[in-house]
């Protein structure tokens, strides 16, 4: 498979319709490439039906993954899932986006829907690459073309400072804060109310609020997530691997073990669920007396009743993980928010800079796509960040030791019909 993309100019962009028509006519010999079809229209059916669709990151992007697909050797194809889901990714590195998560929303709909496009293809005109070799250029993402109108995609790093300054968040005395029971039964909804923390999550999607959580209550979390490195002694009930074949990440080395019935499964990145415990009780009352310091104010917080189910997840990254960009939805539930609290030290890990992507449609069919990282966490600080709303969320890769984090996720019960569904699962094979 080819690395990178020849030059925007001369990328096999879907040809004007009469081309295909023209080159329909003519016989193609079995040895020369065939032209790659024009991307089919999106089915109505999904834009009409999926919201997550209407508001993507990747909406409108689907000619460029197209393109990149048009790289994908045609036997991988007729391949296994896990095998198809490496071959996209590595498609989607040429375009500049291999840190999505294959295996969310919408790119789960886009590439799936595109690759059964491509498989038919395929099939119809006898598994024959589309392309020749391309010579190997190396191309600027901020010069790809997602449209056949000359739009433009530029993809955007940029670190996280606010307008407090990165060190500068008021840390208040602990005796300033006249504990309330009611406020420790709901962390969404004094996050939700906290004025300075919200706006920053309106404008960059997060906030970081250093130093937020007791020492104490970091050491012993620290204590449960280290202390050994097999799972199963962690009280945690399940295990999700970020793996690439799965589409959710880079598993990187592998030093975890985890028990299953009969078997021992290495695993080397994962997040996992914790079950509701007086430590974990302790934490969620230290963040909410952080938040409420940090804001600087009482806020008007809502008792449980206006709360919906807490989920609290342990995130493990050996050397090499990485977490690809993805929102929290689950089945049934929202989850607007997540508090991402960090166990490591910033001297025991490199990488695994958190971010949260964002995306900006400019007119003219440019977009640009933003990913805001933050600066190295410490143990101790704590990311709040939107969850879903348009916004994406991942890890950047881990290029040294150990990152341990809890995050906290507390949903919302929901409206009734706003329900946002489900998207086409990816078929068999993407
Ligand atoms: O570990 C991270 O920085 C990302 C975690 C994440 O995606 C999550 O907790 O939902
Ligand atoms: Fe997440």
């Known amino acids: 498979?080819?690395?990178?993309?020849?030059?925007?100019?001369?990328?096999?962009?879907?040809?004007?319709?009469?081309?295909?028509?023209?080159?329909?006519?003519?016989?193609?010999?079995?040895?020369?490439?065939?032209?790659?079809?024009?991307?089919?229209?999106?089915?109505?059916?999904?834009?009409g039906k999926y919201e997550y669709f209407k508001r993507g990151l990747l909406l409108n992007t689907e000619h460029l993954i197209w393109t990149a697909l048009a790289h994908v050797a045609p036997d991988l194809f007729n391949k296994m899932k896990q095998?198809?889901?490496?071959?996209?990714?590595?498609?989607?590195?040429?375009?500049?986006?291999?840190?999505?998560?294959?295996?969310?929303?919408?790119?789960?709909?886009?590439?799936?829907?595109?690759?059964d496009a491509a498989q038919g293809f395929y099939k119809k005109n006898d598994w024959r690459s589309p392309l020749n070799p391309s010579p190997v250029v190396l191309m600027e993402v901020n010069d790809l073309e997602f449209t056949g109108s000359n739009g433009r995609i530029v993809i955007k790093n940029q670190s996280?400072?606010?307008?407090?300054?990165?060190?500068?968040?008021?840390?208040?005395?602990?005796?300033?804060?006249?504990?309330?029971?009611?406020?420790s039964q709901s962390i969404i909804f004094p996050i939700a109310?906290?004025?300075?923390?919200?706006?920053?999550?309106?404008?960059?999607?997060?906030?970081?609020i250093r130093r937020a959580v007791d020492q104490d209550i970091v050491d012993i979390l620290r204590g449960r997530a280290s202390s050994t490195m097999n799972i199963t002694a962690l009280e945690e009930t399940t295990a999700t691997l970020l793996t690439h074949t799965k589409g959710a990440g880079l598993a990187g080395d592998t030093i975890y073990q985890r028990k299953m019935s009969k078997t021992t499964q290495q695993c080397g990145s994962y997040?996992?669920?914790?079950?509701?415990?007086?430590?974990?009780?302790?934490?969620?009352?230290?963040?909410?007396?952080?938040?409420?310091?940090?804001?600087?104010?009482?806020?008007?917080?809502?008792?449980?009743?206006?709360?919906?189910?807490?989920?609290?997840?342990?995130?493990k990254y050996s050397t090499g993980g990485e977490n690809w960009a993805h929102t929290d939805d689950m089945k049934n539930e929202v989850f607007p928010y997540q508090a991402l609290l960090m166990l490591s030290n910033s001297d025991e890990y490199d990488g695994g800079e958190f971010y949260v992507?964002?995306?900006?449609?400019?007119?003219?069919?440019?977009m640009s796509i933003t990913r805001l990282s933050t600066p190295k966490l410490n143990a101790?600080?704590?990311?709040?960040?939107?969850?879903?709303?348009?916004?994406?969320?991942g890890m950047k890769r881990v290029t040294r030791g150990?990152?341990?984090?809890v995050g906290l996720l507390q949903s919302v019960p929901e409206k009734k019909g706003a329900k946002v569904k489900n998207g086409p699962r990816v078929k068999k094979g993407a």
């Open 83 to 115: 095998e198809k889901m490496v071959a996209v990714h590595e498609a989607l590195d040429m375009i500049g986006l291999r840190w999505v998560g294959l295996n969310n929303q919408p790119l789960r709909a886009v590439v799936g829907t595109l690759f």
């Open 357 to 366: 992507a964002n995306r900006t449609d400019e007119g003219d069919h440019n």
């Open 271 to 315: 997040y996992s669920d914790l079950k509701d415990s007086v430590y974990l009780t302790r934490l969620e009352k230290s963040i909410i007396d952080s938040l409420l310091k940090h804001d600087g104010q009482r806020t008007n917080a809502q008792t449980t009743s206006q709360a919906g189910k807490r989920k609290y997840i342990l995130l």
């Open 402 to 405: 150990e990152r341990v984090a």
């Open 193 to 208: 109310v906290a004025t300075k923390i919200n706006s920053n999550l309106e404008t960059l999607g997060m906030d970081i």
């Open 160 to 183: 996280y400072t606010n307008s407090h300054g990165e060190w500068e968040f008021p840390i208040l005395p602990r005796e300033n804060f006249d504990s309330n029971d009611q406020q």
């Open 1 to 47: 498979m080819q690395r990178s993309l020849p030059p925007p100019s001369v990328l096999p962009l879907c040809p004007p319709a009469n081309a295909m028509a023209k080159r329909k006519r003519q016989k193609t010999k079995a040895s020369s490439p065939l032209p790659w079809p024009e991307p089919l229209p999106w089915p109505e059916t999904y834009t």
């Open 380 to 393: 101790g600080d704590l990311v709040i960040f939107k969850a879903n709303s348009g916004y994406y969320h």
